[in-house]
């Protein structure tokens, strides 16, 4: 018989906020120090009431236009309960009643992922164990961060399907400023069961908690599958509904204590948060805040004379968008600017292996402004690039103290071009004699001479000029 | 009795309950889970009242997180504390201070009030903080004034209320003002038959003398049914039971407070901290909310008491469309007896009945003269005005 995965995902992202959901502490860019970032609310001390923290509330409802969803425009915060020590007020809060975005909808290419809803929760802290001394201690700078979870509907058929949604969820999420997306801040529940194929009912579920990396995603639904499939096949084991772990070491995934699973969270709604309503307007503000979604964008520089696909490769990534609008802004023209980006940068990450384009716009800027008005060559700025990406060096201070200035060696380039073509008769005779190409080579002499330093046009001028003379 | 848990300074004019913090001095509320913990900030009603020129005189004692009649389940009251009375009540009776500032979460300062003999106020719901104080019943507890008069009521109440972004339940007005000068003569009151008819004859007698006052001033007074009263008494147990269970849950021996000296592993470590640190009641409060929370009974426990909490406030609302106040008793007796510790549960119960419906509402309550008036929303005036008219017939 053939079967058929049937597999639905939660995915917790944390959000890009500057404060935690319910206090004014620092969001998610995280501290150094344990508990540097903590206050009496975050850390669970009586008397402290919840102020709600409005910009989470707009990055949950971007999420939801990311992803075609309807917006709650009356949302409730609820309380979850349970005792853990990474979790101060021994509840969570989060939104069991209302969630904040309904029925939205994930594009995979060739099919569609149902998004069930989009909610808003608090992260919890972090336990930190001391084997030496067998002590746990907590750490609550993550405590009441910001998350959104987002609920697929059981739509996936593969691993391969949910490793592009989530790929797709990353960008889109990244692309309008909702979450950076850094490494383990984006954390999945897989549910998942098998069922023959063409039947419409689900098959026994388990739920593998807490994973972070796609390749184990991949591994352990590829290994569930497995084990799924030889339960009903050849009875190896009486499938249950549970929760499991993914051991990246053994390769397995194992079935959780159910002291940690089968818990009553006792929900209530929060008497302390009041609902939240986003009338129309504020709705509307939110949206027109929204980035140009990727085929907006690729268009609107094509219209600036970028080529289409050197427009789309752009478009797609948000921070080459932002260098590229950055420095456009600063007035070099767009097709430079998109070649030195697509070219140059591009090179240089592939070679650095940087994964994101992160240089400051007015380097760039700068460096391709020397070039236009030939101060220095493009070989020159090429080196000032790579050097900017490895070093983050001063533009104009590299190429002084390197000597890659153009302008100021016109008498050294007219020595330069003068002992060329006194120490290559051959070549110079071989010109004369009709020889065109050989020119060539004398400039290619020149230009080893110089280090790549002069400016070409003025080189050959004056190469032209003196092997004629 | 031990008034205070811990004096701050003896020429202050202004008592706080325990279960309200005050910056640097340990904040117990009653429990001996919270025996050393010391707050880092003061609650906001706190702030204003020293940013006004009053001094704090101390902590005063409250039954264990405020949960129990008057203060008889502190972890901090004398044997000889058996009398049953509220310590910032008597501080007030006895002239030591000018006012005291009390949580009322499930009426126990109207209760101490009654009879201590002063006049105690419980403002609407959002006009007064909540930040800094020890939380049990969020949706319905509130800051109150205890004084000796209507005057100084109304004086400490104008100082403590308005808007502060610090609780996201206050409600926007910057500032309140309060009036003793609403003419009486013409206000049409009621009493609730079936609260009456629940208190002693002493009690009685002292609702009727306090009623003879207000009509010799000319203020018609008329007896009506509420029967939603005994909805509101079950309802507000279940509300305030699982919200007191959920706020204490955070007292769990792992950042602050009691901790159990010994214990093999965190379950442990919960278990024995919160079984040795907490009370009876306080205990039996926590199981009974848990329970109207667990799954299985949700719907038909906690949401169903929010959709009663509802029903409630749109019946009195309708009564008070009608009449100025409402007047009932708010003890079933004149004088309160001892009770064994696994009583404490039912008795608690039994006397809410008296003070349920301003907790589950929200709405004004006041005692003066040893009975509860309860006004709409934000008519604290009308409150302060018919006390302060009885009072001065009694002078
Ligand atoms: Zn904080």
Known sequence: MKYELVIGLETHVELSTDSKLFCSCGGHSSPKEPNDCVCPACCGMPGMLPVTNRHAIELAVKAGFMLNCKINQYTTFDKKSYYYPDLPNAYQTTQWFNPICVEGSVDIGDRKIGIKQIHLEEDAGKLVHDEATNTSFVDYNRTSVPLIEIVSKPDFRSSEEVITYLKRLKSALQFAGISECEEGAMRCDVNISVRPEGSTEYGVRSEIKNMSSLSEIKDAIEFEKVRHVDALERHTEILVQETRRWDDVKRRTFPMRNKETAADYRYFPDPNVMPIVIDDAWLEEIRKSMPATADEKATYYEEMGIAPKEAAVLASDRKLCEVFDAVVAKGCSAKTVASWILTECMGIMKRLEIASLDICPDKLARIIELVEKSEITRASGKKVLSAVFEKDVDVDAFCEENGLNSKVDESFILETVRKVIAENEKVVADYKGGKVKALQALFGSVMRELKGTGDPAVIRSLLETEVNK | M??????????????????????????????????????????????????????????????????????????????????????????????????????????????????????????????????????????????????????????????????????????????????????????????????????????????????????????????????????????????????????????????????????????????????????????????????????????????????????????????????????????????????????????????????????????????????????????????????????????
């Open chain 2, 2 to 395: 031990k008034y205070y848990i811990n004096e701050i300074c003896s020429s202050g004019n202004i008592a706080v309950d325990d279960n309200l913090l005050v910056k640097d001095v340990p904040a117990t509320a009653g429990s001996k889970m919270l025996e050393s913990f010391i707050p880092l900030f003061s609650a906001e009603v706190v702030e204003r009242l020293e940013k006004a020129g009053y001094g704090i005189s101390g902590k005063t004692n409250v039954s264990e997180f405020g949960l129990g009649l008057v203060g008889e389940t502190s972890y901090f009251a004398d044997a000889e504390d058996k009398k049953l009375l509220g310590a910032a009540a008597e501080l007030v009776k006895d002239g030591k201070v000018k006012a005291a500032l009390n949580v009322d979460l499930n009426g126990a300062p109207r209760r101490a009030s009654a009879l201590s003999g002063v006049n105690f106020l419980k403002p609407t719901y959002g006009t007064v903080s909540r930040y800094g104080v020890i939380a049990c019943a969020c949706s319905g507890e509130q800051v109150g004034v205890t004084a000796k008069d209507a005057e100084s009521v109304k004086e400490i109440l104008t100082a403590i209320a308005g808007h502060d972004s610090k609780d996201g339940t206050s409600l926007p007005a910057e500032k309140y003002e309060y009036t003793l000068g609403e003419d009486v003569s013409s206000m049409k009151l009621c009493v609730i038959t079936e609260l009456y008819d629940k208190a002693s004859d002493e009690v009685k007698a002292k609702l009727d003398a306090y009623i003879a006052k207000l009509t010799a001033k000319g203020a018609k007074v008329e007896k009506v049914s509420l029967d939603v009263v005994f909805a509101a008494q079950t309802a507000w147990q279940i509300l305030m039971s699982a919200e007191t269970c959920n706020n204490l849950s955070r007292f769990d021996g792992v950042k602050y407070g009691y901790r159990t000296p010994e214990y093999k592993n965190i379950d442990e470590l919960y278990v024995k901290s919160r079984t040795e640190a907490f009370s009876f009641l306080t205990k039996a409060t926590i199981i009974y909310g848990s329970d109207a929370l667990s799954k299985d009974k949700y719907n038909n426990c906690y949401d169903k008491s929010m959709r009663i909490r509802r029903v409630v406030l749109t019946k009195v609302k309708e009564l008070l469309a009608s009449y100025d106040a409402i007047i009932t008793p708010v003890c079933s007796k004149a004088e309160y007896e001892a009770y064994n510790t696994e009583d404490a549960f039912m008795k608690v119960f039994e006397e809410s009945l008296f003070t349920a419906v301003p907790s589950i509402t929200g709405l004004p309550a006041m005692v003066s003269g040893g009975v509860q008036l309860i006004a709409d929303s934000f008519k604290e005036s009308t409150l302060l005005s018919i006390a302060h008219t009885a009072e001065k017939e009694e002078a």
